[in-house]
């Protein structure tokens, strides 16, 4: 074991190391980074069990930094431990470099991006959670929390679900400096405040010290040998911790120190000390669960029942658990409305129940996903709003999960507006490199979880409430970034282009104009997400560039906008009426709202009559692409 | 007071009413209220102080029920109260009918819309905030919630800051009726799982058996006569409570009961139960802060020192808040960046710090406007996504909330991806009748500061990090909804539209395309919804429809969309380049990150020249507005 000594130096060192890279980056948070230091010491110096030279290592502990603005510390660590060179360490927060302000996975021994509050501690339980019911194998997570991110909820969703599900692989340390960006914590040094709760929740809870290595390592222990409950380490610290500058100082937060030579002075002049991080002990692989490869995709026939997209998905996700071994379930308590619960019935063992609580929810999947499982995460599309931040940071990780939002839309009918999902397009698509798909069909819903298992990155699926008639065969191809053309003839006057419950009013829509001599081609729009640009080119260059776009959501930032942005710097424009929801929609029967809100089939065939008797919008057989 | 047999009646009768209603309406949820329906009962026959009559009345109790889907009780407790009449009970969930699906304040005792699990609780913390610190009336407000929403983290920011504040005119009632949606919650009937905690937040507890009239009564009473701190009565109910067919049955979660009229006959038939709910004793009239009217809006010299935009906002609120005594601030925690701790040294009993709780955060302010307060809410625009349900939900509510959000986009530099907002302009245009602004320069920012306090419904403004040179004029105009041209000429060939830190990129293009000849129209577009569709349209004509728009933002929903969405239905549609940030960024300086994303005035300049030698995209002089 590593000396006392040693390890007090490596505290000392990290503060030294912390303030050099704030001063060279001459921003960042130095202070925050300091009294966290000591810990951090007795860890990587003891405690830790982790290959640096192998970060794929499925036995690797993880070191998550909830406090992600603490990066100057995590950054030392590497350094300590040899797996970046001095060289790149004063690169910190430099343009290129991979030691970015805040955390991100462009570095191999990151995890997750951090650096939105509150975050790494729910995503630790899904990382821990997965080394226990997935991997089985006996890593263990760390967590570094910041006392000023205790406030935010999403740690107590994390804290009670640790504590139900009994992570004893799970060792949260709580750095309490007391001091917050622009004052004192609520609790400050008022450690009970944090340990009690946790209590109250089933955790093992260790008061101490955070500057007294003898304490420290105590604490480990006692946490390593806890079982059947996660630990959580309170540890009363100094922000700034060692450096008369700033130790235990106001308006000392997220910036370099003023005379950094002092401090380092103050500190002792800790020459740079090489720590050997220990390998993990555990060679074991990672548990594979038996799958029947041949298990069939559901199939719906063209004229059978009416079946909702959401019980596509249910019946689609069930079955390729059975043929997949590593995709996993997470539900937010509402699987018998996402059918998730189908999954929960076919493969019990990767169903996780997250109950009400999204942040959690999407933090799971995050976590499974570090580990290289493929979670599908479901709840109402409208619920998913509470988890957006968590959808934002997991982008910025490059995490791979597949979200599924039901209930979408004024067609949900009686339950009213705060059930209905009127802006997850919007929401969903203005995230860098995002995949949305809004199917119309069972058998289209079906082959696109299929696909989502194998897309990088976040994608997004939005189905409806409501039972729609099956529009196409079983075994139909629909790649992502297609369309379908349901409805097509040489003389089209005017697209008509939607997705989900309203492809359908569309398709009554063509059919009455039909009736009135007007032909109408109708598009369904299923890939949100990359669009299918020639489809949509073709189209206009056939209509005299006229198209109705429908879509039960606000006007702004969904379908009727990726069709319009498509050909914003198209040479040849078509004409786009935007049917969307206009207004806050009340309770009612689907058809009642549908219609209310202006998005029915008669305002569609109505916006269509209107613009065909414009004549063409661009001459017609001039084509719309991008050139 | 009320008879215990009539409170027991009451009880049974709250419960029949329920069942009516879901039965009428063939939806809905009974037994989440029959659950509920004793603890009710008591309420509103002997504690509750309300004016039915006068909804307005400041002194009024406030009740809110956090489990919003137990409408059918909240409406038989009006239909009890003589509120409404038994016809328009019989309307619930009908199309048109104030009796939503769950509880929106179209009707007028309301405060908020629920339906949103965990978002009742924390608004009743800003509701009783407000009475305590604003108004500083003696109402009390009690909040219902249910057991599976105590796994939402923002029931526990509640519950850590109405402890923290000591709000004993806050009672929060529990109903633990043990099932969830699908089935057991996680804590089932372990009262203490969620007493404990609350204590450990500095709650007075009770724990009772939520059936028992003589316990439900004395633990109001208990909670009443509770001062320092708010007081959680933790209630062990039975789901469906008193019906054979669902008393602490699963599965029977969110429909109607199968038999309404066995249940009813169980519950013993019981008529009609009217009850004079009492009014308030109090007459007090609302604290008004004193103010000075005459506190001049700040003003910024053109070619003086470069002020950042959130600078100015927090220079402008400070004064609006001496101004007006109705401005309140509502922080994250980082009101050193965002400038409201201007607000805190000018007003400090009109500034609420709510820590890093974004969800309280937003809440507080929801819960403020309530109360006829004019919530200024701000933190880092990346964080704003944490509340986004939140925001979703005020929307339902018709909260009138104004939002700011810093630290917008790549050209905050060094910190990296977490604090950048990409994808808060799409986020905010989403929701049916919000405002969206974006100014460019710190006069116009303060004016619109000032605007904002005026806007109905939810307002937001994005603000930079970065100091920005002055553009205007004190004193100069901007109305929500306009736009301004900064550089014109009669031959201009292409229009430059940005907003922001953009703008100046802009600006420096449009100097050097001047010098190559290239006239070019710079537009800033402060608003982006609503937009100035005059401005643009005549830019669109002026130009052959030559349009650059550039956004610190992802390319979807932002403001390149909001200006192509303008024009997808015109006669002539200009064509839009539309410059935002095309991949992950890192950190970086701000000018090394917004040349790395392709926004800078490099970028900007190449977009219009090629525009510019492709010629005219529509006639020039053509009209470019909707006909």
């Not at 021994?109 to 226990?132: F, N």
């Not at 029967?589 to 414009?614: F, Y």
Request: charged share 20%.
């Amino acid at each position: 074991m590593i000396d006392d000594e040693t390890v007090r130096q490596l505290g000392l060192r990290l503060r030294i190391d912390s303030i050099r890279a704030a001063a060279t980056a001459n921003s960042g948070h130095p202070t925050s980074s300091m009294s966290a230091a000591d810990l951090m010491a007795v860890l990587m110096a003891r405690h830790l069990r982790y290959d640096f030279d192998a970060p794929e290592n499925p036995n690797n502990d993880h070191l998550i930094f909830s406090k992600g603005h603490a990066s100057p510390l995590l950054y030392s660590i590497y350094l300590a431990a040899g797996a970046i060179t001095e060289e790149e360490f004063l690169t910190y927060r430099k343009f290129g470099s991979r030691l970015q302000g805040h955390p991100t996975p462009v570095l191999p021994w990151v995890d997750v991006a951090t650096g939105s509050l509150g975050q790494g501690l729910p995503i630790g339980v899904g990382v821990a959670l997965a080394g226990r019911d997935l991997d089985r194998l006996p890593y263990r997570t760390w967590v570094l929390c910041g006392d000023s991110e205790m406030a935010e909820g999403s740690i107590w969703e994390a804290v009670d679900h640790a504590g139900y599900l009994g992570l004893e692989n799970l060792i949260a340390i709580i750095d309490v400096n007391r001091l917050g960006q622009r004052g004192p914590t609520m609790h400050q040094w008022d450690l009970d405040s944090y340990a009690n709760r946790a209590q109250a929740s089933g955790w093992h809870t260790i008061e101490i010290d955070g500057h007294d290595i003898d304490a420290i390592e105590d604490a480990y222990r006692d946490a390593e040998a806890t079982e059947g409950r996660p630990t959580m380490i309170v540890a009363k610290t100094h922000k700034g911790s060692g450096a008369s500058e700033t130790d235990n100082v106001e308006g000392k937060h997220g910036q370099p120190l003023k005379d950094p030579e002092k401090a380092i002075h103050e500190l002792g002049d800790i020459p740079p000390v090489h720590i050997q991080v220990q390998k993990p002990e555990s060679t074991g692989i990672p548990h594979r669960f038996e799958v029947d490869p041949s298990t069939p995709r559901p199939r719906y026939e063209v004229g059978g029942d009416a079946v909702a997209t959401r019980r596509a998905f249910g019946d689609a996700l069930a079955a390729l658990a059975q043929r997949r071994g590593d995709i996993v379930a997470v539900d937010g308590e509402v699987g018998n409305s996402t059918f998730l619960e189908l999954t929960d019935q076919a493969e019990p063992e990767r169903y996780f129940e997250m109950y009400i609580a999204e942040q959690q929810l999407m933090a799971a999947a995050v976590g499974f996903q570090v580990r290289h499982w493929t979670p599908f995460a479901a709840t109402f599309a409208a619920f998913l709003s509470r988890a957006y931040d968590f959808v934002r940071m997991a982008v910025i990780s490059q995490a791979k999960v597949a979200i599924m939002g039901s209930h979408a839309g004024v067609s949900i009918g009686e339950d009213g507006p705060s059930q209905m999902a009127l802006e997850d397009l919007a929401e969903f698509r203005a995230l860098g490199t995002s995949t949305v798909l809004y199917p119309s069909d069972p058998n289209q819903t079906a082959a696109l979880v299929d696909a989502m298992a194998d897309i990088p990155g976040i994608s997004y699926m939005r189905t409806t409430r409501a039972a729609l008639p099956t529009l196409y065969e079983p075994g139909e191809e629909f790649p992502v970034g297609g369309a379908k053309v349901l409805r097509s003839s040489a003389g089209d006057q005017v697209a008509l282009i939607s997705a989900g419950y309203t492809l359908h009013e569309a398709l009554k829509a063509a059919d009455a104009l039909a009736e009135e001599g007007i032909s109408a081609r109708v598009i369904d729009l299923y890939s949100i997400k990359p669009l299918d640009l020639e489809i949509l080119a073709a189209a206009s260059t056939a209509t005299g560039g006229r198209f109705v776009t429908v879509e039960d959501h606000w006007p702004e930032g969904g379908l009727g906008s990726a069709v319009v942005d498509a050909f914003a710097d198209a040479d040849a424009r078509p004409r786009v009426v935007k049917l969307a929801v206009t207004h806050l929609p009340g309770s009612g029967t689907p058809d009642q709202l549908v219609n209310d809100v202006g998005i029915g089939a008669r305002h569609i065939a109505e916006a269509a009559r209107e613009l065909v008797a414009r004549g063409p919008q661009i001459p017609v057989g001039v084509g719309a692409g991008q050139d």
